[in-house]
């Protein structure tokens, strides 16, 4: 008897996890920004305060070689289905305006 309701609570657990990762098998980090407005960021011209109006706070803040970057990115991955992901990454020269940006997006989006 005690095989028995062993064996019976292992499956149950196990249709638990293929439950959660059949339903909920979705995971979301970052935070969502309007794509759209990318193409209003001019190199040399739009400073760090035109880009948080734009945008909002970045999800992130680095420095990569010395360079003042911020990104801007969601990503969502599912277990099942399309990952869906767009990241926007903006780096600013020493008088805090853009000195170079780079926008991408999945592309087999449906």
Known sequence: MKN??????????????????????????????????????????TTQNDIVAMFGQPWRKG???GVTMWTYGRYTYRVIGETDTKDLIVKFDDDGKVKSYTFNETVDKK
């Open 4 to 45: 028995t309701s062993k064996r019976a609570g292992i499956l149950w657990r196990l249709a638990i996890v293929a439950a959660l990762l059949t339903f909920g098998g979705c995971a979301r980090i970052g935070q969502d920004f309007n794509e759209q407005r990318v193409q209003q960021i001019k190199i040399g011209e």
């Open 63 to 65: 420095i990569e070689n």
